[in-house]
């Protein structure tokens, strides 16, 4: 079902391309700026949990908005694997590194899509990965189907990446990616491997990751807790999207975490809960 509580705003991007923009009213902020109980250090720009063996959560302590995204690291004993980048205005592997949480492997970023929120600082890492439908929008920094749109002006920035710092100098960082993506590619990190499965419908190049071993699955903007979904943006595809939410049904009984790309963690039976909802849009 679509979440009643959202309504319709219109905002110009660069181009001339139209593109309404829903933003979510009061009553759902709630939801979507729950925190987890992550250690917190406030003057760092990223906040951290431990969600799982070797699995990591982060945010974005200084982008305070409830478009906050989830960033996830999973340690290999071969390779690191980090999910989602935020908007990439502070330094994410530099706060890796600094954690120790990386730099003893190589380590790969890969993007669940190309919104601005989760690419934002693929250009960061020396390797980064993208659905092959989404890498010549990060090859050019495209704002339109990065929908990089601050809702609130700098409010939302709490401590700018520099002085002087504005909203209007923000875009995706154009980069080139090290791998372009296709369902069935497996990132082997040595003891585990994430298997790619492609999730059209929220964008054209959504991307899920399957650990199948250890019973886990990140689905970025495709699923999160909450019964709303986002199918409005560019690229976004209802069809689609119904076609996908079928095969999380089928999966939901094959994982035991699910990793979304916002607000907090859930489980398979919640997963399954949560489905049919999305199967009467
Ligand atoms: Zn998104
Ligand atoms: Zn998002």
């Given at each position: 079902m679509r979440d009643p509580f959202y309504g319709n705003k219109s905002r110009k991007l660069e181009g001339s391309r139209e593109l309404t923009v829903h933003y979510a009213s009061n009553s759902i902020m709630g939801w979507l700026t729950a925190k987890p109980e992550e250690q917190t250090?406030?003057?760092?720009?990223f906040s951290v949990k431990q969600v799982h063996d070797n699995v990591y959560m982060f945010r974005e302590?200084?982008?305070?908005?409830?478009?906050?995204a989830n960033i996830w690291l999973v340690q290999g004993s071969t390779a690191d694997l980090v999910i989602d980048t935020g908007?990439?205005?502070?330094?994410l592997p530099g706060f890796l590194e600094q954690q120790r949480l990386i730099g003893d492997k190589p380590v790969t970023a890969v993007a669940t899509h190309i919104h601005f929120d989760h690419?934002?600082?693929?250009?960061?890492?020396q390797n980064f990965a993208i659905h092959s439908l989404e890498a010549n929008a990060i090859r050019e920094g495209d704002n339109y189907e990065t929908?990089?749109?601050?809702?609130?002006?700098?409010?939302?920035?709490?401590?700018?990446?520099?002085?002087?710092?504005?909203?209007?100098?923000?875009r995706v960082k154009a980069a080139e990616p090290t791998k372009v993506l296709e369902e069935d590619d497996v990132f082997d990190l040595g003891d585990r491997k994430l298997r790619v499965l492609h999730f059209p419908?929220?964008?054209?190049?959504s991307i899920g990751l399957i650990d199948e071993q250890a019973r886990i699955l990140f689905t970025g903007d495709t699923?999160?807790?909450?019964?709303?979904?986002?199918?409005?943006?560019?690229?976004?595809?209802i069809t689609a999207y119904k076609q996908t939410c079928r095969r999380l049904q089928e999966l939901s009984s094959q994982v035991d975490h699910v990793f979304p790309g916002h607000m907090d963690l859930f489980d398979g039976n919640r997963l399954q809960l949560l489905v049919p909802d999305r199967l009467h849009l």
């Open positions: 250090m406030a003057e760092e720009p302590n200084f982008y305070d908005s409830p478009n906050q908007i990439g205005l502070w330094d690419s934002g600082g693929l250009h960061q890492f929908v990089s749109i601050f809702t609130s002006c700098l409010a939302e920035i709490s401590v700018p990446p520099y002085d002087g710092w504005n909203t209007r100098d923000y419908g929220h964008t054209h190049g699923m999160y807790n909450h019964p709303f979904i986002i199918d409005w943006l560019p690229h976004s595809n």
